[in-house]
């Protein structure tokens, strides 16, 4: 079993930055993938930015050149710094991760229980 813990949102003034983290634990062979998503009242959830193991990274068009994520692999830990915030960035952020582990090595995805954002204009 894999648990993700997130931590950094609150209350913030449009144009402000906020630090978003997630932290990885339980019994796992590796870890593939940690992305947050985000989901605003009556919105479906949506991918905000994603970084694989190999390094690459992908952002929302909404996020690019605002958020950046990162990884930090010794901590299984995933960052998502966020700056320039807009009243639009209002949501409940998730974390989520693609871990391989138990008998089989298979791959699983695990979320975390979010981690609201507000922003204020």
């Known amino acids: 079993q894999v648990q993700l813990v997130e931590s950094g949102g609150g209350l913030v003034q449009a144009g402000g930055s906020l630090r978003l983290s997630c932290a990885a634990s339980g019994t796992f062979s590796r870890i593939n993938s940690m992305a947050w998503y985000r989901q605003a009242p009556g919105k479906q959830r949506e991918l905000v930015a994603r970084?694989?193991?190999?390094?690459?990274?992908n952002y929302a068009d909404s996020v690019k050149g605002r958020f950046n994520i990162s990884r930090d692999n010794a901590k299984n830990t995933v960052y998502l710094q966020m700056n320039s915030l807009k009243p639009e960035d209002t949501c409940v952020y998730y974390c989520?991760?693609?871990?391989?582990?138990?008998?089989?090595?298979?791959?699983?995805?695990?979320w975390g229980q979010g981690t609201q954002v507000t922003v204020s204009s």
């Open positions: 989520s991760a693609r871990v391989v582990g138990g008998a089989f090595q298979r791959e699983y995805v695990y």
């Open positions: 970084s694989t193991s190999g390094g690459s990274t």
